[in-house]
């Protein structure tokens, strides 16, 4: 688990590997991650935007972007957090993920960027 604070928000991410949706052979690999975002501010925050950058080892490099997470934009009160879980297909058996979440401070109604900390993306024999 790889974990970062920024501005008081607390982002941690797990992965797991899905073998039983990944195809080697034609070059698809499926990665599930689970991320907790934890508001360790002393207001509430919404979370409305996310931005990833997807990295392959081959080379390739995605830029996905939209409204919120998992078709939510969920509020997270001084306090409390917010799991969710959503998954990635590679083209190589190794890459990565980082990205942010742009969220707005609902007391003095300001938005601010939460920075999501990379994380690998490795199938489990290649740690052998």
Not at 54 to 65: H, L, M, P, W, Y
Not at 82 to 100: A, P, W
């Amino acid at each position: 688990m790889v974990t970062t604070i920024t501005d008081g928000v607390k982002i941690s991410v797990e992965t797991i590997y899905q073998d039983e949706h990944s195809n080697p052979a034609n070059e698809h690999y499926m990665f599930a991650y689970r991320i907790d975002i934890e508001n360790l501010s002393a207001h509430a925050i919404q979370l409305m935007r996310r931005k990833w950058f997807i990295f392959d080892s081959n080379g390739t490099v995605r830029e996905v972007e939209g409204e919120g997470v998992v078709g939510v934009q969920p509020v997270i009160e001084s306090g409390d957090s917010y799991s969710y879980v959503s998954g990635c297909n590679l083209k190589t058996d190794i890459g990565s993920m980082r990205g942010n979440y742009t969220m707005h401070n609902l007391v003095l109604e300001k938005s601010f960027k939460v920075n999501i900390p990379e994380f690998q993306l490795i199938v489990p024999y290649k740690l052998n």
